[in-house]
T-cell receptor, first 116, second 113 residues
Framework: AQKVTQAQTEISVVEKEDVTLDCVYETRDTTYYLFWYKQPPSGELVFLIR??????QNEISGRYSWNFQKSTSSFNFTITASQVVDSAVYFCALSEARGATNKLIFGTGTLLAVQP | NAGVTQTPKFQVLKTGQSMTLQCAQD?????MYWYRQDPGMGLRLIYYSASEGTTDKGEVPNGYNVSRLNKREFSLRLESAAPSQTSVYFC????????????FGDGTRLSIL
């Protein structure tokens, strides 16, 4: 069965600190996709990144970076020099690659509070 | 760019009432999804429609029905609302090519008294 675990329920940091959000996944598929979504206090879900299981290259986008390690089944998300606007709930998600369904299995989310 | 539009944004129902949540997307996506979000549980899939004319159950389908009215619209119906269905409901759509990400609507906050 597929499962995504985000063990950190809440994290509080002070602005400009770096913070890493952990994501551990379980799947029997050899081909799969991993995602991160951001849910700000306004409630919408914003897509951040997609990574397929064959691409273990880390990715950097501005202050955001992602570390994908198949050996540990982890897909961690780091925010460098955090800002108050980064305060949100962050969800990690997994989807199968077979067929057309591509259902997303979400973790329970990590609430990040960035204090000024 | 409208993207995925959900109506209504808020609704309060009494136990036993029925209600249809509407979702429409203007991105010409084939696949559409309904999720519910509850505190501490992330988002869970209720139903999905891989393409026009097909619907399938997700993880938590009990108490719900869906209709894929056409390629743009995918509605979720509660026939007899129960307090356990108090939640935030999200609709999403996706281009089927190459596992593109799902795009979400802004959600419907539903309270059942």
């Amino acid at each position: 069965a597929q499962k995504v675990t985000q063990a950190q329920t809440e994290i509080s940091v002070v602005e400009k600190e770096d913070v890493t959000l952990d994501c551990v996944y379980e799947t029997r598929d050899t081909t799969y996709y991993l995602f991160w979504y951001k849910q700000p206090p306004s409630g919408e879900l914003v897509f951040l990144i997609r990574r397929n299981s064959f691409d273990e290259q880390n990715e950097i986008s501005g202050r955001y970076s992602w570390n994908f390690q198949k050996s540990t089944s982890s897909f961690n998300f780091t925010i460098t020099a955090s800002q108050v606007v980064d305060s949100a709930v962050y969800f990690c998600a997994l989807s199968e690659a077979r067929g057309a369904t591509n259902k997303l299995i979400f973790g329970t989310g990590t609430l990040l509070a960035v204090q000024p | 760019n409208a993207g995925v539009t959900q109506t209504p944004k808020f609704q309060v129902l009494k136990t036993g009432q029925s209600m249809t949540l509407q979702c429409a997307q203007d991105m010409n996506h084939n696949s559409m999804y309904w999720y519910r979000q509850d505190p501490g549980m992330g988002l869970r899939l209720i139903y999905y429609s891989a393409s026009e004319g097909t619907t399938d159950k997700g993880e938590v389908p009990n108490g719900y029905n869906v209709s894929r009215l056409n390629k743009r619209e995918f509605s979720l119906r509660l026939e007899s609302a129960a307090p356990s269905q108090t939640s935030v409901y999200f609709c999403a759509s996706r281009d089927r090519r190459d596992n593109q990400p799902q795009h979400f609507g802004d959600g419907t906050r539903l309270s059942i008294l």
